[in-house]
């Protein structure tokens, strides 16, 4: 049974895969075998009533009681002692796979915090040197083959995180704390979607996980760890000087610059993701030019406000933004 | 045979009886007859009316939201009126649909079954009719004005509460849910005491049929199940109203604690609007297939335990939410098990085909319909109970599909076979069997369509509750196709309407007993008069018109110059008392109105309490006023023989 999709905006394809981590592959194996076992016990059900209804009958007339009612005895009790024994099966089979998934990651595993805003994510990797905490947004990467542990908040409503390939799903509450771990099996980007029902843009609140190889989301970490470059071509300068005049700088963080509120996502290395808008838009300059003009065509109900930019600033303010990769 | 002391009033012919109870029992004519009638036959066929509007309204809601998600990005509608529209769609469909139209059609045919005169407290089910109408008019009227809830059925806090939900739209999310669980309450009051206290003669707890059996179940769920969401949804209400913090974590309150009491009720709910579907599916069951159900006590059994279990289900609402694991398995041990009272009833009712023999009528239809969409949605309700597949599909698609099967499956097919049961009783017309296979064929296919695809867009990874999707999802396709079920379904409906339209003019006069059934409502005329019974039968067996063909046994000896109805004993029904009834009266609407005004102004100021209580208090008085004329006379019964 196909059950997860792996299907990245960027490649705009749709890709049934397989499971991509062994927490979903045991789900996989105990939707299927329960799938399989509902569709048979379905088939034996509708049988047993078309034969029931259409079955010739003889001449003689029914009569409540008496011998023909043994029969109809033995089909109901032995119908209900199979339909327990499934049961009981299916319980010891799901608890078994439960005790699986929720077993301890070990030391090794990498942790990752997850806090669900409406309508994104904010993605931190943290370390016990502060310095070395880097923040990103709607883009999550993993190694290969490791754990890595999610630790994942709220801060406004309830949201809840589905990476369907990677993991079940576990809701972020505000006031409780949640947490989940998955270990990715094989390279490849991953797209997962917001789960609980979270207000007007529940719908496009999607991230991408990017399970990479071991080396290579090191240098991934390494970079997102940087600050944000200064730009060196006088568009880009502008640009900067838009961002930091305008009302961008109210909700945004660039860590290097002044810019340093956490209301909306963090844009240190916006040039470097995949997606804009929570997973709903390629990130190109035609896209995010338009996102910055009007999120609200694209987003209706988004938090952030439409721009009005003359020409000339909006052409040097996504200038400046390409930089930040 | 029971006689009651002579009364010189008593006329002996038939005839003169028949006079002489219509004038004491019939409604006052005219308009002010309407809104004054405390018939149980009058206010069962408006409820039931009125459940169908929303019933209609709830569907072409669901329908504008195929239309909007036949297509990725569609523009049909926007976040905020499609938030409002799938809130709507759930709201009515469980508080203004499912669970008010299965209560009404109790209303209606329990005391005919029963072979009593009325309901127990003919004066508060006009007040419960009255008060589900104010409510159900409350949310749509709220909804044309654009203050639509726009949370979703289950209104999880915080989103819900006053700092993510600004505006009037929670609040009446709230209340609508307040007005509908007052008349759920009142009406399963009536229900519970009309069938314990009312039932015919020899009727006895084990002689009952198992629509009744399953109404006393139903209404014994209500009791304990709504009073937890009036509850939480007043709490909800103080929190918004007058900043009290039960569900604001960052004054100690907890947003979990919504969820737990939502779905202390919210599972309960579902088996609420089950539990008397699978009544209809019994009644017609027998009569179609010429014989009683198979397993009597075992039906019986069955109905309890899923009553019992029914409230012990409700975590796995929330396996996502984070809980012990430890916990959880015990919920899913909990829901797998329920499937077995469930299970055992199939198996009877398929048992009892395989033995009778069966007539393919349009209610039998209906039933055959039933038992293969509501298995399929009983076998992905295990999937669901386990933790582990939960948690991968929850909140997706898959559960839309699970669910859609079972409440369509278990209640809505059901009820349009009972309606094409019992519509001849009610009407004395019989609906045309020519459009009710088309109308059958159109659903079952439509419903199959529609929801099926469904399946494959959860384990596919689409989430539920969103208002659009976008094309490299891959989601558009089945989408469509869904889409396209759903309109098999707007048309199977309008057939529905139309065939309700045409018969009710044109139908075949239906005559007592068109079906040849075994209950008691198909001894009196149809329609019934409004004593319903000239004589009150005296039971003997599980099904009595089968039993005893020709004149049934009756009471003899009670005055039909005033509105008497009989009292017998729980377990044996024996003849206990007499009980004085009230003839019309306008107070249960006033009472109503004052209700109204009270939970309206509530959502505007906590002053609403001052107004609303001393209006509502005036009209209980004038309610409770005493008459010399109703004078509540008790008189034993001597017992003859």
Same mark, same amino acid.
């Given at each position: 049974?196909?059950? +997860? ?129 880097? +923040? ?119 860590? #290097? ?21 929570? #997973? ?46 | ?66 239309? !909007? ?5 569609? *523009? ?65 009227? *709220? ?248 948690? !991968? ?111 009710? @003019? ?52 009670? @005055? ?74 008790? @008189?034993?019964?001597? !017992?003859?023989?």
């Amino acid at each position: 049974m196909p059950l +997860t999709l792996a299907s990245t905006l960027v490649q705009q394809a749709h890709a049934s895969l397989n499971p991509a981590s062994p927490q979903v592959r045991l789900v996989d194996r105990l939707g299927t075998a329960m799938f399989v076992t509902a569709a048979v016990v379905c088939l034996l059900v509708f049988a047993a009533l078309l034969w029931a209804a259409l079955r010739r009958r003889s001449g003689a007339e029914p009569v409540a009681g008496g011998r023909q009612e043994r029969p109809m005895k033995t089909a109901v009790l032995l119908a209900t002692g199979v339909t327990t024994v499934i049961l009981f099966v299916f319980l010891i089979f799901d608890v078994s796979v439960g005790r699986s998934i929720t077993t301890n990651p070990g030391n090794d595993a990498l942790q990752i915090r997850v806090t669900g805003h409406q309508w994104w994510w904010e993605v931190q990797y943290r370390d016990s040197l502060p310095k070395n905490w880097a +923040t990103t947004a709607n883009e999550i990467h993993v190694p290969v083959g490791r754990p890595v542990v999610f630790e994942l908040r709220s801060t406004d409503v309830i949201h809840s995180f589905w990476p369907p390939n990677l993991s079940p799903k576990r809701d972020q509450i505000p006031g409780n704390e949640n947490s989940l771990w998955f270990q990715a099996d094989s390279a490849g980007v991953y797209r997962g979607q917001c789960a609980e029902f979270c207000g007007h843009q529940h719908a496009k609140m999607a991230f991408l996980v990017v399970a990479e190889p071991a080396d290579q989301f090191e240098g991934w970490l390494a970079r997102q760890r940087d600050t944000a470059q200064t730009p060196t071509d006088s568009r880009a300068r502008r640009g900067k000087d838009v961002f930091m005049s305008a009302s961008c700088v109210m909700c945004h963080a660039i860590s #290097g610059t002044s810019a340093g509120s956490r209301i909306g996502p963090d844009l240190t290395h916006l040039a470097s993701r995949r997606t804009l808008a929570a #997973g709903t838009l390629p990130n190109t300059r035609e896209n995010l030019t338009g996102w910055i003009v009007d999120p609200q065509a694209i987003k209706p109900g988004v938090k952030m406000p439409p721009n009005q930019l003359s020409g000339p600033e909006l052409l040097a303010l996504v200038a400046y933004l390409e930089t930040l990769k | 045979m029971t006689a009651i002391p002579a009364d010189p009033a008593r006329p002996t012919d038939d005839e003169s009886v028949r006079r002489q109870l219509d004038e004491t029992w019939r409604q006052t004519p005219g308009l002010w007859g309407w809104l004054t009638s405390v018939d149980h036959k009058s206010i069962g066929k408006r409820y039931i009316v009125t459940a169908m509007v929303f019933f209609v309204l709830g569907g072409l809601e669901a329908g504008v939201m195929r239309a !909007q998600l036949a297509r990725p990005e569609n *523009s049909v509608l926007g976040p905020d009126a499609y938030n409002q529209f799938f809130t709507m769609h759930g709201m009515t469909m469980m508080f203004l649909f499912a669970v008010p139209v299965m209560t009404a059609v109790g209303l209606y045919l329990v005391p005919l079954m029963i072979g009593a005169r009325n309901v127990a407290f003919p004066r508060l089910n006009a007040y419960g009719y009255w008060v589900y109408l104010a409510g159900g008019l409350f949310l749509y009227i *709220s909804f044309f004005l654009n203050t639509g809830p726009d949370t979703g059925w289950f209104s999880y806090v915080p989103l819900a509460g006053p700092e993510f939900s600004p505006g009037k739209r929670v609040d009446v999310y709230a209340q609508s849910i307040t007005f509908t669980e007052i008349a759920a309450l009142v009406a399963a009051v009536e229900l519970i005491v009309t069938i314990f206290k009312n039932r015919a003669p020899g009727m006895t707890l084990n002689r009952m049929p198992l629509f009744v059996w399953a109404m006393l179940v139903q209404a014994f769920m209500v009791l304990f199940a709504m009073p937890w969401v009036a509850t939480v949804t007043q709490l909800l209400a103080m929190d918004r109203l007058v900043a009290t913090h039960f569900f604001n974590p960052a004054e100690g309150g907890d947003a979990l604690l919504w969820q737990h009491l939502f779905w202390f009720f919210g599972h309960p709910e579902v088996y609420i609007i089950l539990t008397p579907g699978l009544g209809f599916v019994s009644m017609i069951v027998a009569t179609f297939t010429r014989r009683p159900v198979y397993g009597y006590p075992a039906m019986v059994l069955s109905l309890l335990s899923v009553g019992f279990l029914s409230f012990g289900l409700w975590v796995h609402h929330m396996f996502a939410t984070g809980l012990p694991q430890l916990g959880q398995s015990f919920f899913t041990a909990a829901s797998m098990m329920i499937t077995i009272p469930s299970g055992i009833q199939i198996f009877c009712w398929i048992a009892t085909i395989w033995a009778g023999r069966p007539r393919f009528g349009v209610p039998f239809l209906f039933v055959l319909g039933f038992v293969v969409i509501f298995v399929i949605g009983g076998v992905t309700g295990v999937m669901v109970a386990s933790v582990a597949f939960d948690q !991968q599909v929850h909140d997706s698609y898959f559960v839309v599909a699970h669910f859609h099967y079972v409440l369509i499956g278990g209640a809505v097919f059901p009820l349009l076979g009972a309606f094409y049961y019992w519509f001849p009783k009610i009407t004395g017309r019989m609906l045309s069997e020519r459009l009710g296979r088309w109308n059958f064929w159109l659903l079952f296919v439509g419903v199959n369509l529609t929801f099926f695809p469904m399946h494959q867009l959860g384990l596919e990874g689409m989430p539920r509750r969103v208002y659009t999707y976008l094309a490299g999802t891959g989601w558009g396709p089945l989408n469509l196709l869904a889409t396209i079920g759903a309109v098999l379904v707007v048309v199977g409906v309008l057939l529905f309407v139309i065939n309700v339209a045409v018969s009710l @003019r044109r139908g075949a006069l239906a005559g007592d007993d068109p079906w040849g059934a075994d209950t008691l409502e198909w001894a009196t005329s149809s329609p019934p008069p409004p004593y319903n019974f000239a004589h009150i039968p005296v039971v003997e067996g599980r099904a009595p018109l089968w039993e005893q063909p020709g004149e049934l046994p009756a009471v003899s000896g009670l @005055r039909t110059d005033v509105r008497d109805v009989l009292v017998t004993t729980l377990l044996d029904a024996r003849p206990d008392s007499l009980h004085r009834h009230p003839p019309p009266t306008i107070w249960p609407l006033l009472t109503a109105i004052a209700t109204t005004i009270l939970f309206v102004t509530l959502i505007f100021t906590p002053w609403g309490a001052v107004i609303g209580t001393p209006l509502l208090l005036l009209t209980l008085l004038g309610w409770g006023w005493p008459h010399g004329r109703d004078h509540q006379e008790q @008189r034993m019964v001597e !017992q003859t023989g």
